[in-house]
């Protein structure tokens, strides 16, 4: 938000102010997680730091279950339209927000982009957030889950450095575990920082490229898109 570095703001009206967009965000979360809801779209929220490979991640999930059920997606960037091409190419309908200086996506934002996207009922929608570990930690998008993709390239100690992003998810992806081989990763010891901040947090271990683990990747996304068509039913 940028606020806190005003030499002219109080500490106490800088809190004031990050409270005060938060509570307009969550008022638009609210407003797209009813909208989801109600059209039986199981929506998801993919947080990471740059290279984690949540693009590859999506490309790929995309390709593999198209067949089985409509995918759209949201993408979160600073500038381009380079991932919502890739997208696109692997065959879902996708809508680019360019958020210019802006670390992370708002609800706001995503509820615009739902007007364009118009989602079809009984659906799937993945959100790829811009890439960074702090920002959209804070910023519900009216998603029904947040997952962290956590590349083994990058450190295992990422859960307790950045916690607030691992205490906010509902699953962390361990991505590219097929380089393990070539690499001083601890894995054990990765998912051990991650559930000394979430101690509910999942873990799904996998390779986009290489495709280890994507099986049960799929029959977790299944088997809630298919909860959220049956409430629907339930609803209606």
């Known amino acids: 938000m940028g606020i806190t570095h005003d030499p002219e703001l109080s500490q106490s009206r800088v809190v004031q102010i990050e409270q005060d967009i938060l509570s307009i965000n969550n008022r638009h979360a609210d407003a ?7 059209r039986g779209i199981f929506t998801v929220n993919f947080v990471s730091s740059p290279g984690s490979g949540k693009t590859t991640l999506l ?3 995309i390709s593999d279950l198209k067949d089985r059920f409509t995918v759209s997606v949201v993408e979160g960037d600073q500038q381009t339209e380079n991932d919502a091409d890739r997208i696109r190419s692997s065959g879902a309908k996708a809508v680019q927000v360019n958020t210019g200086k802006g670390c992370h996506l708002d609800a706001h ?3 615009h982009a739902l007007q364009d996207l118009d989602p079809p009922v009984d659906s799937v929608l993945f959100i790829e957030n811009v890439g960074n570990l702090i920002c959209p930690a ?3 998008l009216g998603e029904a889950h947040k997952i962290v993709v956590l590349s083994v390239t990058e450190g295992e100690d990422k859960p307790i450095k950045y916690p607030d992003m691992f205490y906010e998810a509902d699953l962390m992806i361990l991505n590219k575990v097929d380089l393990l ?3 001083n990763f601890d894995v054990e010891k990765c998912i051990d920082y991650a559930r000394q901040v979430n101690p509910d947090i999942r873990v799904l271990q996998l390779s986009a490229t290489a495709g280890d683990g994507l099986d049960e990747w ?3 996304v299944s088997r809630r898109r298919d909860a959220a068509v049956a409430a629907r039913k339930r609803a209606s």
């Open 138 to 140: 804070a910023f519900d």
């Open 32 to 38: 797209n997680r009813a909208f989801l809801k109600e």
């Open 181 to 183: 081989p070539h690499l």
């Open 109 to 111: 934002m995503v509820g």
């Open 218 to 220: 799929y029959d977790w």
């Open 59 to 61: 490309a790929r999930t």
